[in-house]
């Protein structure tokens, strides 16, 4: 008997695993937690029948969600992450001797419990003794922080479920307040592929740009995504990420990467005339 792990990217397009076997499923209070092993992907984890994390590819993203921030100004010493369950975006924080405090903020602790367990390969620092662990909804969270945060990080689910509140103009309003005067907020963007994802994708664009003066688009492939074509968005009351880009300082940290390198990080800005007339519409 073969069994498959089938996720729908639209109406009219499935991707399917196989998976080898079932190690772990709950119901926590917020969503469907699974783990699975698979021969192509290795382990991975789904909230509600959607995919989070393989550990095939998790190095782009957390690559690609960590160290532009970080590159482009690696003087940044308190951060918040909110959502990143699984560990990985702090995994690539602690790399950085010069990062101080670590607040990661995750409204779903059997989230949390589960990739312990299933994936230390995301989840190793999460005992990293510059970070701390608050298991409350991050738009509440943020509501009551100012300028306190040199990077925000939102790590979050898609736009449905636990995850709604983060794609908010209120929301984004709180990050802005949040953070210092040369702050940086990180998010993950959705793919602009399947039309469904470019509105949300739109949307929280539309919302960035209402409270920072500085906001930008950049992209990854990410092999178990919906289409592979992901975007992040960059937004910043000081630092554009390209003319600000710090190679030299960054480089000379001899920090292994995998995906991320301080060229990928120029070229992720150069974005695909579909993509720029999306942004363009959502401006409208």
């Not at 309003?173 to 907020?185: P, S, T």
């Not at 301080?262 to 409208?284: D, M, R, S």
Request: proline residues 4%; hydrophobic residues 35%; negative net charge.
């Amino acid at each position: 008997m073969e069994l498959w792990y089938t996720e729908e990217h639209s109406e009219n397009v499935r991707f399917s695993i196989r998976v080898e076997e079932q190690l772990y499923s709950a119901q926590s209070p917020f969503q469907r937690i699974d783990v699975f092993n698979s021969k192509e992907f290795g382990r991975f984890f789904t909230l509600d029948g959607l995919m989070m994390v393989t550990e095939k590819d998790e190095f782009i993203y957390h690559d690609m969600i960590t160290h532009v921030a970080m590159a482009t100004n690696p003087e940044i010493k308190k951060v918040l992450v909110i959502g990143a369950g699984d560990g990985g975006t702090v995994r690539e924080l602690t790399r950085y001797n010069t990062i101080e405090h670590i607040d990661m903020v995750e409204i779903d602790k059997m989230v949390v419990d589960a990739c312990i367990k299933y994936l230390p390969q995301t989840a190793s620092k999460l005992n990293d003794e510059r970070v701390s662990l608050i298991f409350e909804d991050g738009l509440k969270f943020v509501r009551t922080k100012t300028n306190e945060y040199d990077l925000i990080i939102v790590d979050s689910t898609d736009p449905f479920g636990p995850g709604e509140g983060l794609f908010t103009k209120e929301f984004y309003g709180n990050c802005f307040n949040a953070l210092k005067e040369d702050g940086i907020l990180v998010n993950q963007h959705e793919t602009p592929y399947y039309e469904s994802y470019a509105k949300s994708m739109q949307r929280a664009h539309k919302r960035i740009r209402e409270f920072f003066p500085i906001c930008k688009v950049y992209q990854a492939h990410i092999p178990t995504y919906p289409s592979g074509h992901w975007l992040f968005g960059f937004a910043s009351k000081k630092y554009d990420p390209v003319k600000d880009l710090n190679a030299d300082k960054w480089n000379k940290l001899g920090l292994k990467t995998k995906y991320y390198n301080t060229e990928i990080h120029k070229g992720a800005f150069a974005l695909p005339n579909y993509v720029i007339e999306l942004l363009g519409a959502a401006h409208e």
